[in-house]
């Protein structure tokens, strides 16, 4: 065997390539320039060697070295004019445009390094007979650019000749509405329409008294391209992923087309995706989000990580509550990769009657509401579904007298900034005279007797938090009161300077699985606090690990494709890193 | 043991009549198949070396077309192939040692290889002069012995390389003519073939790279080059 793994790295080795392949983009200028020749770029002129007064043209010149290449030198010449009142090269951007000034000759001269050529121009004094302007009546889309160009046709009075003559540089242009297009008027875009807004603009030129015009039609800009994001993300399964289309049109603008586009996913058993662009994935693997639009098309490949679900569990299995009370409830999914996680927010929760209801207010969080007395043979059930799975609770309700409620702590030593939970106890007896206790926290009514020190919240999840002012010291009382009776506990609130703070967790994790991290801030009195639930949590690589659910959930973060990612908690003014890897 | 060189291959020495290079390159042949058949058709193996040993090798070295550049683009040099010679001082790691079994050797090489062509924008034009690699590596294999009568090894190796661009040229005219010392790498194969107790055959394949040696152009720019280089090698080992 080992033998046998010998030879595939010798042929591995030996087939590993034979060197760069790439094109070569530097010039040879190791051999010598041995001589050089002008070339005029119109060919007419090329034969005539004669060009109209008033009119120019450029020269090339083209580099012969020791006989082995030639290359363009052009644009390392050094020109002159023997005669520059005839002939010379006034343009200062365009040096090797020689425009002819008044009837004559002249030899222009080229020089590379110590080597030159020479160029005989004669100019005629020939005048214009007719004007042409190409293309004629266009039509182009807003933003895009169109070269115009007119020809002059010349008639010697001294010898007769007709010659023809590109006078694009030489004309004057004009544009009869700028505001729907210009047109360029320096020596680098003479005759270059530029498509501003639709409409329609006349583009004239014109020499020597000849003028010609041609109608530019510019219509509305058409759709180029469409960019899908995020790209490429990595989502876990069961989750929702909303992507975005932009279009990128003919002139440049960028437009929003996510409601516009039509969207499509390519294997609907991995990911579906709704007309608004937001993709529910259903099991692992790979498939391309696709967004078209009046044939343009652009798409981007959705991985989808983190297991096929194989099961739900219900967070209780059969739970009694007393009328009138709500407790809360969850559902964690295992999947195929060995992996669990909180999909509390992802499945459809029912009541099988009206006893018991559900609801799920957002996130992973969802409330069991007892509103009648349910007989004891027939408990409610609460089902947990998605797709072909479920799960079920039993929930029975009763209907005992509330005996007295209790807070977990008769006192609350709370730092400033930071908060705390408290909960409420109650304790029932039934007609049996059966004493039993429950949680009555989320159905209690919270007040605190100063808000500006100490408030408490009372609503949803955040009742029987405590939290102390920001700055401050002092002291109040936070009251819970159910069913009639209350209770009570006093909170004092102190300032403390903040010295460090700490934050703890695992270093890695499996793509699928959520885990925990706790922030600990340590204060100059020696004292510390768990301020998990105060802090505020990022993560920078949401392809590779999320927030599992910032509201309620505060520390905990969802694993969801191998990588790195760095998780980050703010608190009191600093703020600590650690390192995830995902396996 | 000693019947391992019994055999005799009398056709391989009848050529006559060739070019001098063809009867040294069909002598080459002839000695590689000479030495190779008898230990290749032989039964038992000889007790494993340790300890020190010395070596020579010698064989082919094809250097990889180059990717040059400077501060006006980049071009391509390309290489003929030429010889290359190794000599090696390392010490056989004895069965069962802690470290594994295999060896570790100072090696020094040399290849010179002639530019063929340098090929830029405007094309390809013929080259001149050579490019020498002259490196001190200390290189660590591991061979997996069995009890058959070859073992194959498979190493890597890192050090430096004196690379000298010996009066390169451009149809004609001069380019560089410089040197540097940059840091070398290699990773090599092969076959160890247990002669004797203490002479064993060395068939090998070199893959040897550089980081980016920095030579003077003759118009005073300065280029960098791609040294990565295959090689075939074979030879001998006497051991301690």
Redesign the interface.
Known sequence: MVKLLWSGVVMVMLLSGCGWDGTPTRKNDFIPLTSIEIVADSPTIAVSRTIAKNTSTTLSVKGNFSGLYTSDVTDQVVWTSDTPAVAGFAVASVPNRVSGLIPGSTTLTATVGNVTATFNLTVSDATITEMTITPVNPTITKGSNMQFVVNGTFVDPATSDTTTQDLTFDASWLSSATEVATVGVTAANKGLAHAVATGTATISATFDGVTRSSLLTVTEPVLQSIAVTPANPSVLTLSSEPFKATGTYSDGSAVDLTSQVAWSSSNAGIATIASSGTASTLTQGNSTINATLDGVSGSTILKVTGGNLTGIVPSVAAITLVKGTVARISATGTFSNSTTRDITGVVAWSAANTAVTVTAPGGNLAWLNASAVTPTSVPTIITAKYGTFTATTTVTVTAPTLQSIAISQTSLDLTAGTSSRLTATGTFKDNNGTITTQDVTASADWTSSAATTASVGNAGLAKGRVSGATAGSGSATITATYGGKSASTAVTVRTRIIQSLTMSGPASAAAGNMVSFTATASYIDGTSKDVTEDATWTIDTPNVALLADSQNQPGQIVAVAPGSATFSASFGGMSKNATVIIQ | MSHRYDITVPSLFRWRGLTKGRNAMRRTIQMIIALFLPVLLCGQVNAQHSGPYVGAFIGGNAL????S??D?????L?FDPALQGNAVLGWDLPPGSSAGEGRIELEYSRRSNPLDK??????S?AGGGNVTAESLLLNCYGV?H?KTLWA?Y?GIGAGVVRIKASDLT??G???SNDSDVVFAYQ?G?GIDITLTDHLSLDLG?R?FGSTRPQFT???GRKFYM?Y?S?SAVFGLRVGF
């Open positions: 990889m077309k180059a990717k550049s400077d006006k683009g980049t071009f391509s390309t340098e090929t830029f924008a405007e094309g034009f997996f069995d194959p498979l451009v149809a005219q001069p380019l990773v194969t394949y893959f152009e003759v118009n791609d990565l295959h």
